[in-house]
């Protein structure tokens, strides 16, 4: 609940990009959803980590995306996708919640720039 409290309003969304490190994808998935639905149907929830903060060489990176969200035209599955190629990765997976991996964990706090600031850019426009 106190990550939630730091999410970021823009227009009627609800932002909010985070860092967790030392969790595996389905604890990602898992989190990112949970605050997702904490913050209702326009939460846009990116989250990003090292799953052992001690290899750079693995990345994960979840998008969970409300229904208002969803009908910005934005869709987590393309978006997590477009992320984690800054990571050197890819992924992707549904409308409202997808998964993507990365190599390259010193790029992670650039891709997790990248994410808020795409994410403010495309729903400050509705």
Known sequence: AALAAKAEAVGDFQLLVQRLDGVDGAGLQGAAQSLADQLGDGAAVVIGGLPDPADLGKVILVA??????????LQAG???AGIAKLCGGGGGGRLNLAQAGGRDGSKLPEALDAAADQLKQGLSDV
């Open 64 to 73: 969970a995306f409300g229904k208002q969200v969803i009908a910005a035209k």
């Open 78 to 80: 393309k978006f997590i």
